[in-house]
C-alpha cells in the first residue's frame, strides 16, 4: 500500500512538472507573439490555455483524491496541499501568457507598445521566459539554489515593471491613452507571471528545507 502512495506522490510531481512545461511554452511563444506582432503566435498561445486548464484540473482531482483515500501526514501530506496550491499557481501563470498573447492579438497588425519601450518589454519577456524554464528544473530538482536564481530573477522583472509606469506617468510620454493603458496592463501581466513563480519556488524550498520564506523576502 506504502509503494502505491509513493508512486502517486511521484505521479504529482511529474504532473507539476509537465504543467510548468507547458506554461513556459505559452510565456515563450506569448513574448514572442507581443514583441514580432505575430497573431497566429498569439492566437495559438489563446487556443492552448485550455490545454494547461485541464491539466491543472486532472492534477487537482488526483491530489483530493490522494487526500481523501491516503490520509496523508507530516511531509506527505505538505506535499499533496503545496501540489494542489501550486497547481493554481501555474494555472495563473497560464492565465498571464495568454493575457499578453491577447493584447498582440487586439492590437494586430500595430504593436502593442510604443517604439520607445519596445526594449523594456523585449527584456521582460525574456526574464518571465528564464524564470518559467527554471521552474521548470527546480519542480523537477527541488533544488533550492533554483529557488534563490528564480527570486532574483523576479527583482529585475519588478525593476523593469516599475520603469514602464515612470516612462508613461512622465512628463515626455506622448502616447495616447491607449498607449498607456496597453503598457500598464502588458508591464503587470509580465511581473505577475514572475509573482506567481516566486510563490511557487518558496512552497518548493519550504519543502524541500522545512524553512518557510516570509512573502516580504
Known amino acids: 500500500m506504502r509503494e502505491v502512495f509513493q508512486q502517486e506522490l511521484r505521479e504529482v510531481q511529474e504532473r507539476l512538472v ?129 529557488a534563490e536564481d528564480i527570486r532574483n530573477t523576479d527583482d529585475k522583472v519588478d525593476a523593469l515593471h516599475l520603469s514602464v509606469f515612470d516612462k508613461v506617468l512622465g512628463e515626455t510620454w506622448k502616447g495616447e491613452a491607449i498607449d498607456t493603458v496597453d503598457a500598464t496592463l502588458a508591464s503587470r501581466y509580465h511581473e505577475r507571471f514572475a509573482d506567481h513563480a516566486v510563490s511557487i519556488a518558496k512552497k518548493v524550498q519550504y519543502l524541500a528545507t522545512g524553512d518557510w520564506i516570509p512573502a516580504d523576502a
Open 18 to 146: 509537465e504543467i510548468s512545461g507547458f506554461v513556459a511554452v505559452s510565456i515563450e511563444n506569448a513574448t514572442r507573439a507581443f514583441n514580432e506582432s505575430n497573431v497566429s503566435l498569439a492566437e495559438s498561445v489563446i487556443a492552448d490555455d485550455d490545454k494547461i486548464d485541464a491539466a491543472a484540473q486532472e492534477l487537482d482531482e488526483l491530489a483530493i483524491n490522494i487526500l481523501a483515500r491516503q490520509q496523508p501526514v507530516a511531509r506527505d501530506l505538505r506535499i499533496v496541499v503545496s501540489a494542489l496550491r501550486i497547481s493554481a499557481s501555474l494555472e495563473r501563470m497560464g492565465d498571464m501568457a495568454e493575457h499578453i498573447a491577447q493584447l498582440a492579438r487586439y492590437r494586430f497588425p500595430d504593436k502593442v507598445v510604443p517604439k520607445s519601450l519596445r526594449p523594456t518589454f523585449a527584456s521582460m519577456g525574456a526574464l518571465d521566459v528564464e524564470i518559467a524554464r527554471k521552474l521548470v528544473e527546480l519542480l523537477k530538482s527541488e533544488d533550492v539554489a533554483i
